[in-house]
């Protein structure tokens, strides 16, 4: 494990010199950013991001900056100890984990990314600020483990999301692609609970009832699916419906998007056949825990 920029820099320098390339004599280099209190959807960033790379980084850092609720903030599991050990079994070669001071030297940055139009919806909306936070240390960690020039070794370089946070991965992309950072963004398939329930960190403030109750998520969104597979229209208004039978859980937002552009497609969900492609999102709160899920519909 290291702690600074500067080991981390030297670390993978190191490793990349090692490695042996797979084809090509192309090295391949590979992170996967966590705020650590890991789980199986994390094991399965790391699984994929292992396997497809020579050198694999995986960072864990609880970043003050996109909790736009103080005690939401402190009360955010931390387990490096275990997450370290999790991470060395599932073969990661750096796990950096700095502390705030080395992300921030110089308190919160007075330069920030603004995520845009995008970062005013939905998430956004329910919690403002998040998503400019977000994108100022994803934009520090793709830095700091981007591949050396100097080296001299021809290196490809991808990070990894998971597709559950669908909205924090379409801004990713859009600040990957609007600043030019030399890197492939991975989005690796939403690992659920036998049940179906989406798993979180968050998860573990649940109650069993409330876990429970939650699981009309996963119902609504396997719903709408099943309409949109067989090409009916999909009713939203109507699988809304099902929240309201479960009184422990109220429901946010449950909308289709282009899952590029996060717009809302008004149109086919309703009367009319479903065609194409969509996203669906949803938010819910279970008793103080916001949920978050989605699916792809079409593909």
């Given at each position: ?40 959807g994390h094991a399965s960033l790391v699984s994929t991001a292992r396997a497809q790379n020579d ?174 597979d067989r090409h009916e229209p999909l009713y939203l208004e109507d699988v809304a419906g099902l ?16 899952p590029r552009t996060l717009q809302e497609l008004a149109f086919n969900c309703q009367d009319t ?27």
């Amino acid at each position: 494990m290291v702690r600074s920029a500067a080991e981390l820099s030297t670390a993978i320098q190191r490793a990349l010199e090692a490695s042996e390339p797979r084809a090509g004599g192309r090295a391949t280099l590979g992170l996967v950013p966590t705020m650590g209190a890991l789980h199986s959807g994390h094991a399965s960033l790391v699984s994929t991001a292992r396997a497809q790379n020579d050198v694999l980084v995986v960072s864990i850092f609880v970043n003050e900056l996109q909790f736009n609720d103080q005690t939401d903030f402190n009360r955010y599991p931390r387990t490096l100890d275990a997450d370290v050990e999790l991470l060395a079994r599932a073969g990661a070669d750096i796990v950096f984990a700095p502390e705030a001071t080395e992300v921030y030297p110089d308190g919160r940055p007075l330069i920030k990314i603004n995520s845009g139009d995008l970062g005013l919806k939905f998430e956004g909306a329910a919690r403002p600020g998040h998503f400019d936070g977000m994108l100022a240390v994803v934009a520090k960690l793709l830095h700091y483990v981007m591949p050396p020039a100097a080296l001299g070794v021809p290196t490809a370089y991808r990070a990894y999301f998971g597709q559950k946070d669908a909205q924090q991965l379409v801004l990713i992309k859009r600040m990957v692609a609007d600043l030019n950072y030399p890197v492939e963004i991975c989005s690796v398939p939403i690992i659920r609970s036998a049940e179906g329930l989406a798993l979180s960190s968050r998860n573990q403030f649940l109650t069993a009832e409330q876990a429970q109750a939650a699981l009309v998520i996963h119902r609504a969104l396997s719903l709408v699916r099943e309409r949109a597979d067989r090409h009916e229209p999909l009713y939203l208004e109507d699988v809304a419906g099902l929240f309201a039978m479960e009184p422990l859980v109220e429901l946010d937002y449950f909308e289709l998007v282009d899952p590029r552009t996060l717009q809302e497609l008004a149109f086919n969900c309703q009367d009319t056949p479903f065609t194409g492609q969509g996203l669906l999102l949803v938010a819910a709160k279970v008793g103080e825990v916001r949920l978050i899920d989605n699916m792809t519909l079409g593909y």
